[in-house]
């Protein structure tokens, strides 16, 4: 039996359990997000068993995208206040669990990610991303499970994918994902 890394997309993540969740707070402080997070971590850890864990972070600054196309992510929102006060409380709770927190500035975390999945997935560790982000589906091979969160009216639920199972929903290989993103 494979040992197995679990890789998680810490902001998609984080996300997912934000919108998930009302408006949830303690002493003043909100923590919906934080209890989303949590709540999906742990059911993915009951349902995994992984040894390892690593929880990429993006870092607030440019990334080598933003330097090639100016426009990259222009159009999105900024982070709610209520959501942004609520990541230092999830890498608190990450260190204090002994989960390795990665990050590296001109990178997003799915970067981190893939490369990690990449260096580590072999014929003796699975490598499982979890994540809420379809981009990466392109990262899914036959020794990388994606576990794709997709939250609906405030109900998530986690799809599985390997590279067969890209190619039988999408026609198109991983690979080819990326040409459609």
Do not use: W
Not at 17 to 35: D, Q
Not at 37 to 42: A, C, R, S, T, V
Not at 162 to 180: C, G, H, Q, R, S
């Amino acid at each position: 039996m494979k040992e197995k890394l679990l890789l998680i997309d810490a902001y998609s993540i984080i996300c997912r359990g934000f919108y998930a969740l009302p408006l949830l707070s303690n002493e003043g402080k909100h923590t919906n997000a934080l209890l989303g997070f949590l709540n999906i971590l742990f059911r993915t850890i009951d349902e995994e068993k992984p040894k390892y864990i690593a929880v990429a972070f993006d870092e607030n600054a440019p990334t080598f995208r933003h330097k090639m196309y100016k426009e990259y992510k222009g159009q999105r929102k900024p982070m709610p206040v209520e959501l942004k006060e609520q990541v230092p409380y999830v890498k608190e709770v990450l260190t204090a669990m002994g989960i390795g927190i990665f990050s590296k500035v001109g990178f997003e975390a799915d970067d981190i990610l893939g490369s990690l999945a990449k260096k580590f997935s072999n014929k003796k560790v699975e490598a499982v991303i979890l994540s809420g982000d379809k981009d990466m589906l392109q990262l899914a091979t036959n020794d990388t499970k994606i576990r794709l969160v997709k939250t609906v009216k405030r109900d998530s639920d986690i799809y599985e994918y390997y590279a067969k199972d890209v190619e039988k929903e999408y026609n198109m290989t991983p690979k080819e994902f990326i040409d459609l993103k």
